[in-house]
């Protein structure tokens, strides 16, 4: 039985979901390093000091942010684990869901790529949600490999590669992809004149033709 939030609780969730939402919104249009945590605490209209309650600085504000959109990357890779379908198609499916979440969050890419300088700022133990995200992000990982570890059981992907390293490559391929995509702006899809949803079509389609190889 799940259980049952005081009034207190509630009202601390309520306002952390407050003040994500209000530093993704600022994190997108200013991007992370014109944002400061004055303007945090002026657009939710609280004190600079309430926000500190809840964040411990705006390196650690970053990866909340960067965890609520995971986590909602986790649960639709969940989704597809539980489903009856062959390995293939869950590795179909989940790029799929990649590319919506592009679609709907495209700027989280572009934050993601200052990971590294951000996290060397401060010391792990001031970053709490830095390992919320890092378990997050494994977690979506390590259940796409079990997909292609299960596509090359039951042989619907090519079984002459390493199934794992297959698998660690092709995240990192249309990862990198979107990631790439975000950074841009489509300006490179606009300076060669392409439509990007068919650039983005033909990229997948290549792909997924390498899943098939000759299934060897």
């Known amino acids: 039985m799940e259980k049952q939030l005081s009034r207190q609780e509630r009202e601390k969730l309520e306002t952390e979901r407050t003040f994500l939402q209000h530093a993704e ?22 004190t600079k000091r309430t926000v ?15 965890l609520k959109g995971h986590l909602r990357l986790l649960e639709e890779v969940e989704r597809i684990a539980q489903s009856n379908n062959t390995g293939k198609e869950k590795i179909v499916s989940t790029i799929r869901v990649f590319r919506e979440f592009h679609a709907e969050a495209g700027y989280l890419f572009e934050l993601m790529s200052q990971i590294k300088a951000i996290r060397s700022q401060k010391h792990p133990d001031e ?3 830095y390992k919320k995200y890092e378990e ?9 490999i079990s997909f292609f570890l299960l596509a090359h059981e039951d042989k619907t992907i090519r079984t002459d590669l390493d199934a794992s390293m297959f698998g660690f490559s092709s995240i990192f391929v249309f990862n990198g992809f979107f990631h790439m995509l975000s950074m841009t702006g489509e300006s490179f899809t606009r300076y060669f004149s392409l439509d990007t949803e068919q650039f983005i079509d033909f990229t997948m389609k290549l792909l997924l033709e390498l899943l ?3 299934k060897r």
């Open 25 to 46: 919104d600022l994190f997108k249009l200013y991007g992370y390093e014109n944002t400061t945590m004055d303007m945090m605490a002026k657009s939710c209209e609280y």
């Open 52 to 66: 500190y309650r809840y964040f411990t600085c705006k390196e650690d504000l970053y990866f909340a942010v960067l």
């Open 127 to 129: 970053l709490p949600y």
């Open 136 to 144: 997050c992000a494994g977690a979506i990982h390590q259940a796409i």
């Open 212 to 214: 098939d190889g000759d």
